[in-house]
């Protein structure tokens, strides 16, 4: 009998205690390509994904943002320009090289203010409690080791009121474009990963990852047991994709 306690990645079962690294091992190989693979392989559909995001959330300029699993600053870029130049975003990712690539990539677009970058994990958040009014996660949660310790500090970081927002791969709900999807994503993807990033692993690892991600419904699930109040989902491209939001309370 043994208390190994295990996890998804990808397709792979691996020791909860490894999965973390695994992850991380992957997006710094994939940095400096990862904004160039997100157009080829989503054919720029990512970049309305993400506009559909913000709107959504409907930023106002006296909000304070935390983007988890930021990244290279995508969303709060995002956010940023929907709000107002004082909004203050912190973006955190256990990343460095991908918050270098975020940061190089904010100074040449001559953005200087607002936002800042924090290395931590999403399981155990570097801020106070009931820090900031909006959390976003965008194509991070998929990547994260313990799901429910994420979504729990999520709830913590926000303030009473606070607004809890989700964009992550989903489950298709059409027979046909769901088998289009798949023989897209396994046989095409990870070719496109070889070819550009040259690194076909991590974008098998992507295409895996999202099958072993949970549902719609599971999501919601898991977000009410997290603490949170009226949740609710959105799918775009016949759910290829998914906007979770919840609240915190009054
Ligand atoms: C697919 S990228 C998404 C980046 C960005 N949000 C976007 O939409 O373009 C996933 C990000 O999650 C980050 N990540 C993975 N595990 C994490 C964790 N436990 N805590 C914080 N960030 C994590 C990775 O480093 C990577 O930057």
Redesign the pocket.
């Known amino acids: 009998m043994t208390n190994r306690s295990t996890t998804d990645f990808g397709f792979q079962d691996v020791d909860s205690s490894e999965k973390?690294n695994l992850?991380?091992d992957i997006?710094r190989r994939v940095?400096s390509n990862?904004?160039l693979m997100?157009d080829v392989m989503s054919f720029g559909i990512?970049r309305w994904w993400?506009d559909q995001f913000i709107q959504k959330i409907a930023p106002k300029k006296e909000e304070k943002f935390v983007?988890?699993?930021?990244?290279?600053?995508?969303?709060a870029l995002r956010l940023l320009n929907k709000s107002a130049p004082e909004t203050d975003i912190t973006i955190?990712?256990?990343?460095p090289?991908?918050?270098e690539q975020g940061r190089a990539r904010t100074i040449d677009q001559g953005v200087i203010k607002g936002l800042q970058w924090v290395c931590?994990?999403?399981?155990s958040l570097p801020f106070p409690n009931a820090s900031f009014d909006v959390y976003t996660?965008?194509?991070?949660l998929?990547?994260?080791?313990n799901k429910e310790s994420?979504l729990k500090e999520a709830f913590r970081v926000l303030k009473p009121g606070g607004r809890f927002y989700c964009?992550e791969f989903s489950k298709v709900n059409h027979p046909l474009f769901e088998k289009a999807y798949s023989l897209y994503s396994f046989n095409v993807i990870p070719k496109i990963g070889a070819l550009i990033a040259k690194d076909k692993a991590a974008y098998q690892y992507?295409v895996e990852s999202i099958v072993r991600f949970p549902s719609q419904e599971e999501l919601v699930t898991m977000i009410k047991e997290a603490g949170f109040a009226s949740v609710s989902y959105q799918n775009l491209t016949q759910g290829i994709v998914a906007i979770h939001e919840g609240l915190t309370a009054q």
Do not use: P, S
């Open positions: 973390t992850v991380t997006f940095a990862y904004d997100n990512h993400k983007d988890v699993a930021g990244g290279t600053g995508d969303i955190c990712d256990i990343n090289a991908m918050l931590g994990t999403a399981e996660i965008a194509f991070g998929r990547n994260v080791t994420a964009l992507l």
